[in-house]
């Protein structure tokens, strides 16, 4: 290969790379396999808005769904009947994930 295509280039540019550098060696071998004649193209994978609008869709699923098991224990976090059994997960497996969603027990209501 003599050349890159400019498209191939800037795909390259703006695409995130999750896979860091082994996905750029794997996607520029891929290239040089596919191509024909003497320009390397790069077909990457184009990720759609609808597939980052799905993966906060998510976080907010999780969100919910931590919330409403949260409030039928009474936010109960751990022991017999808490949140925590009630999802599977230890008690401090809970609470790191309450941190990253930013979930906080609400204050107890002081009476008047």
């Known amino acids: 290969m003599e050349r890159i295509a400019k498209s191939s280039v800037e795909s390259m540019?703006?695409?995130?790379?999750?896979?860091?550098?082994r996905e750029l060696r794997n996607a520029i071998?891929?290239?040089?396999?596919?191509?024909?004649?003497?320009?390397?193209?790069?077909?990457?994978?184009?990720?759609a808005s609808s597939e980052k609008a799905r993966s906060s869709n998510l976080v907010d699923m999780e969100r919910s769904?931590?919330?409403?098991?949260?409030?039928e224990s009474g936010w109960r976090i751990g022991g017999k009947g808490g949140a925590a059994e009630a999802l599977g997960l230890k008690r401090t497996t809970?609470?790191?994930?309450m941190k990253?969603?930013?979930i906080k027990c609400?204050?107890?209501?002081m009476s008047e």
């Not at 071998?29 to 994978?45: C, D, F, Q």
């Not at 809970?94 to 994930?97: A, E, I, K, W, Y």
């Open 29 to 47: 071998e891929h290239g040089m396999i596919v191509s024909t004649g003497n320009t390397l193209v790069v077909r990457l994978p184009e990720v």
């Open 13 to 21: 540019e703006r695409y995130s790379w999750p896979g860091n550098v």
């Open 65 to 71: 769904h931590v919330l409403r098991v949260l409030t």
């Open 100 to 102: 990253r969603l930013g």
């Open 106 to 109: 609400p204050r107890p209501r």
């Open 94 to 97: 809970l609470v790191s994930l």
